[in-house]
């Protein structure tokens, strides 16, 4: 099991807490201000589930999947985006949309349990945390795809989610742009000597450029105005963390050469 | 308004259907590319998400043009996936015949059942066959067959059912892709993933076809995909009561 | 011939050179990364004690980085087209090339970290990190990946202007960025990986897995890197891969136009009989040409 200093708890109270609040806040601050500059504070809550599934995905692959380690990520990509679609539905008829982000996290976290169980219990996969990391890895997706969607359409509301995110077809954009974002800091860092910090660090870079893309994708909903601030705190925010990463790298690397030949045998240090 | 069951009968069954098909497919995984196992070289999943999906792009022209025809549908999306793993593992034949020079063999099966071809003298030192030799083509072509179908049954169902929504007929800006296409495609793609990331995980590497061994494990594959489409389907059928005003 | 048959008719020829395109543009961008099945290879070189001085791009498998980067293009392009309002053909052609270039910019951070992530993770095997190796071949890859995304969009910008499929723009860039990865990764790399990288081995064989991990690392001259791979697999590997991805999208969308109704899934089955006939006549082929390894025991 891949250990860390940071425990599985603490991520998962950033992931679901921080992942609310942004997009709350996102929310709320959108509608009594009448604009859309705020949508970049859901894509930062998004990058705090980034954060956690990142680290989610990295406990359950570094059993060995037998597939690789984007197939997790994609399955549980593609059952928190029906669950996040049915919780804003559930909001809309019930007429409470203040809780449509939790009622998406709940159903997430029902077909991730669900997928789990299917996995370890009768398909037989031998790894003790496969519930557990299916259902963690889900719920974290959901929060992914509203934040992101949030990001893009400036409201968690179903039929502002439905007209800008989903007919324009950016679900899918941030169905693998999300998901590529917590994937890929594992598989990107698979290896012996893979750390959880500098897969963290990762994980943070590749949120922030699915924030840009969000960004991007959020210039054609609301306009070039409200798409501003996103593209900035994404640009600002990745460079901090590439260049963390970077530095991760280059303590972690055997060596990091600017150019030279393949080490001799008895250069290699073991 | 409620959906109607039979639509949860279809998404499921397409569910089994492609966590079936994808047993069907001849996966070789990375051995394959240095022609070390016999199959197509991609994962499992993605080469059945790259047949099945294009059979969807079938299916969708199809329900488009055909204003909703079921059997119509459903057929092209099979075919679609059919001809395109029948393409897809006919160049990686060329590719290995005249790229590599070997000829098509696999190790798990001393005659092809299909040629009555001996099989395990063409097998190079070192390696479990390479390429992809009748009897996995022809199981692959099933399997894209089944897969695709699954995939037009899901998006079927789905589209039949987004249709009734109010206002769904719209479209984004100036783009011709009404709401419940659009709607109906999305999570057709996330409900293939589920079913098709369950197989694999049941697949586990490598499987040849249906001469494999490993082809054996069908049913729990059949059994997981059917408990997950269920739940998976439901979640999706139940936004229609949820935004016509209850059941 | 009717008129709108003729103009569909002109779209599945572009649609099918776009393809084309892309399939060649697809093969070798992933064998400058050394990305999906050879990728294994390298990865497991320098555990086997091959230090070397190849790419290691490991942003998942093809067809799961396609779809990334397609997704991508096609929403920066379609937000272009928002702001601009421009649906002129030169209008379509920029936003086009701005999704294109925007991906290709987000592809290339993401292979800088994948090289960077694998080769740090490796450290107990003395495997360094060269930062020219980086900085050669990421925009080389870059540049590939620009092409074969460039395609992907303008091919699915036909299909969509031409009412061919009625699926939004990003999703139908999605999936087709799936096939195109799928066949890449199906054709492509078998040159790459069974060929290119063990050259040191005896043709006409698969790679024995004992020799697993022990790629050629040395050149005709100097070390061996991975854009002379791309090199080598531009002459058989990278055209065959496009041939398969043109005839993929061409044939699918060929028994839509040219022939109607229940006539194409008829015109499909058809393809796919003569496709088995053809792998009859190549199986049989192979096994006459080259004959058997082991010679009958019984």
């Known amino acids: 099991m891949a250990e860390g200093d940071r425990s599985p708890g603490s991520l998962l109270g950033i992931g679901v807490i921080g992942g609310l609040i942004g997009i709350y806040l996102a929310n709320y601050l959108n509608m009594v201000t009448g604009t859309a500059w705020f949508s970049f504070i859901a894509a930062l809550g998004a990058i705090l589930a980034v954060f956690w599934g990142a680290d989610a995905v990295r406990r359950v692959a570094s059993y060995g999947l037998g597939t690789g380690v984007p197939s997790i990520g994609l399955l549980s990509i593609g059952a928190g985006q029906i669950a996040v679609l049915l919780g804003l539905a559930i909001g809309k008829f019930a007429g409470l949309e203040l809780a449509d982000p939790i009622i998406a996290l709940i159903l997430a976290a029902i077909v991730g349990i669900v997928n789990g169980v299917m996995a370890r219990r009768v398909i037989k996969m031998n790894i003790a945390i496969m519930e557990r990391s299916m259902t963690e890895i889900a719920m974290a997706a959901s929060i992914i795809l509203l934040g992101f969607s949030t990001a893009i359409a400036g409201s968690f509301a179903f039929d502002q989610i439905m007209a800008y995110v989903v007919a324009s077809g950016f679900i899918i954009m941030v169905f693998i742009v999300g998901g590529m974002a917590m994937l890929h800091p594992f598989n990107a860092c698979l290896g012996p000597d893979e750390r959880q910090k500098r897969t963290l660090n990762l994980a943070l870079s590749t949120g922030f450029l699915a924030m840009l893309v969000s960004g991007i994708a959020a210039g054609a909903i609301n306009g070039v105005p409200a798409a501003v601030p996103t593209l900035i705190v994404a640009i600002v925010g990745w460079i901090i963390y590439y260049m963390r990463f970077w530095a991760d790298t280059k303590q972690d690397a055997a060596a990091m050469l600017s150019t030279g030949l393949i080490p001799k045998e008895e250069e290699v240090m073991t | ?247 | 011939m009717d008129p709108q048959m003729m103009v569909e008719l002109g779209a599945l020829t572009l649609v099918g050179g776009a393809a084309l395109i892309a399939g060649v543009a697809e093969d070798l961008e992933s064998d400058v990364g050394s990305q999906s099945n050879p990728n294994s290879q390298v990865q497991l070189a320098p555990q086997m004690g091959y230090l070397h001085r190849l790419y290691n791009k490991a942003i998942s498998g093809e067809p799961a980085s396609y779809p990334f980067y397609a997704a991508i293009g096609a929403s920066t392009a379609l937000a272009v087209l928002s702001v601009t309002n421009n649906y002129s053909l030169i209008g379509v052609f920029f936003a086009l090339v701005a999704g294109a270039f925007i991906t290709s910019l987000i592809h290339g951070v993401y292979a800088t970290t994948s090289y960077m992530g694998r080769i740090a993770s490796q450290s107990r095997f003395g495997q360094p990190v060269y930062l020219d190796v980086l900085r050669t071949h990421t925009p080389v890859l870059m540049a590939h990946g620009f092409v074969a995304n460039f395609s992907v969009l303008l091919l699915t910008w036909v299909l969509i202007e031409q009412n061919l499929s009625p699926f939004p723009f990003v999703v139908l860039a999605f999936i087709w960025g799936i096939a195109l990865g799928g066949v890449g990764s199906a054709v492509g790399d078998v040159h790459l990986g069974t060929d290119r990288y063990y050259q040191d081995r005896p043709y006409g064989s698969g790679v024995n897995a004992a020799h697993s991990g022990s790629v050629v690392r040395k050149a005709e001259s100097g070390l061996r890197n991975s854009i002379d791979c791309a090199w080598f697999c531009s002459k058989f590997g990278g055209p065959l891969t496009g041939l398969g991805f043109g005839l993929v999208v061409y044939l699918h969308f060929w028994k839509e136009v040219v022939v109607k109704g229940w006539w194409s899934p008829v015109a499909g089955v058809i393809m796919v009989i003569i496709f088995i006939v053809m792998n009859v006549y190549l199986e049989s082929y192979s096994r006459k040409r080259y004959g058997t390894y082991k010679e009958e025991s019984e």
């Open chain 2, 1 to 247: 308004m409620m959906f109607d069951i039979l639509l949860l009968v279809y998404i499921v069954l397409g569910g089994i259907f492609i966590g079936a098909g994808v047993h069907f497919i001849p996966v070789g995984g990375a051995p394959a590319a240095m022609s070390q196992a016999t199959g197509v070289g991609t994962g499992t999943t993605m080469l059945a998400a790259a047949s099945g999906l294009t059979g969807l792009i079938g299916a969708g022209s199809a329900y488009a043009v055909s204003g909703g025809d079921f059997a119509y549908t459903i057929v092209l999306g099979g075919v679609s996936a059919a001809l395109m793993i029948s393409i897809l593992a006919f160049i990686a034949n060329v590719m290995y015949v005249y790229g590599a020079g070997v000829p098509l063999s696999s190790a798990k099966i001393k005659y092809d059942p299909i040629t009555k071809w001996r099989q395990d003298l063409y097998v190079s030192r070192g390696t479990e066959g390479h390429g992809t030799p009748m009897v996995s083509f022809i199981s692959g072509i099933i399997g894209a067959l089944i897969a695709g179908i699954g995939g037009a049954l899901v998006f079927f169902a789905l589209a039949e059912t987004y249709n009734k929504i109010g206002g769904f007929a719209a479209t984004f800006q100036s783009y011709p892709a009404p709401y419940y296409i659009a709607l109906a495609a999305a999570f057709s793609i996330g409900i293939f993933f589920l079913n098709c990331v369950m197989a694999s995980y049941n697949i586990g590497g490598t499987i040849e076809g249906f001469h494999d061994p490993k082809f054996r494990r069908i049913p729990k594959s059949v059994a997981a995909s059917f408990v997950v489409s269920l739940v998976g389907g439901l979640f999706a059928l139940l936004i229609l009561p949820m935004l016509t005003g209850g059941f």
